[in-house]
């Protein structure tokens, strides 16, 4: 899992640095599909489900499984790139959000919020924890910033399938979250996929006419990041680590 982890950290690095305005996001699908071939690797994503693309691609409102198509990016826009990949049976699953060329002061922290609430979610899945630790994390560092954690989509336990058990909530709220010191007891050598989602607005969402893309229900702007960690005996191990 480390090699199917490192391969995604390397090709997620290298598209978040393709990205800028005027390019379609067709474009970042091939050069994903490029750098798996590259390395050996399969897509997590491509036929996953029906799931058209190897990597899903999501502007502003957009926030999980966009469709990479002929959308042209522009200036001021934020695209959050999710990407998994297979290396020799095991699975590797990240996500970024990047700016498009200069964001506003707003799309900006909400980025940097998100990238600080994955860290707690993170420092917090330390064996022995409970899960519910991990998802009241996450959502303490999103509303004390002010903004939503999205409810109905979750991070995901993750090893030879893409998506295992548990399930990861982002929130602690019944009937969608798990409260603090409930849940699952996290173990050494435990594989999984947090990934938080933060709205700008409400967390409710809706899905477009594609079947796949979730957009926020009253189209605020959405970030997302994702890492997959293993449980180790005190600081978890992040295997898709992106440099930087």
Known sequence: MR????IVGEILEILSKQVKPGMKTRELNTIAERELTKRGAQSSFKGYRGFP???????????????????????????????GAVYEGFQGDAAVTVPVGRVSPEASKLIETTRECLAAGIAAARAGANLGDVSAAIQGCAEAKGYAVVREYTGHGIGREMH?????????????????????????????????????????????????????????????????????????????????
């Not at 090699?3 to 490192?6: E, F, I, K, M, Y």
């Not at 499984?65 to 959050?80: A, Y």
Request: net charge negative; hydrophobic share 35%; glycine share 10%.
């Open 53 to 83: 693309a190897s990597l899903c691609t999501s502007v502003n409102d957009e926030i999980v499984h966009g469709i990479p198509g002929d959308r042209v990016l522009k200036e001021g826009e934020i695209l959050s790139l999710d990407f």
């Open 164 to 244: 295992e058990d548990p399930q990861i909530p982002n929130c602690t709220d019944p009937p969608y979250g798990l409260k603090p010191g409930t849940g699952p007891v996290l173990r050494k050598g435990m594989t999984l996929a947090l990934e938080p989602m933060l709205n700008t607005g409400t967390w409710r969402t809706r899905v477009a006419a594609d079947g796949w893309t979730v957009h926020t229900a009253d189209s605020g702007i959405s970030a997302h990041f994702e890492h997959t960690i293993a449980i180790k005996d005190k600081e978890p191990e992040v295997l898709t680590k992106v440099s930087g």
């Open 3 to 6: 090699r199917a982890g490192r």
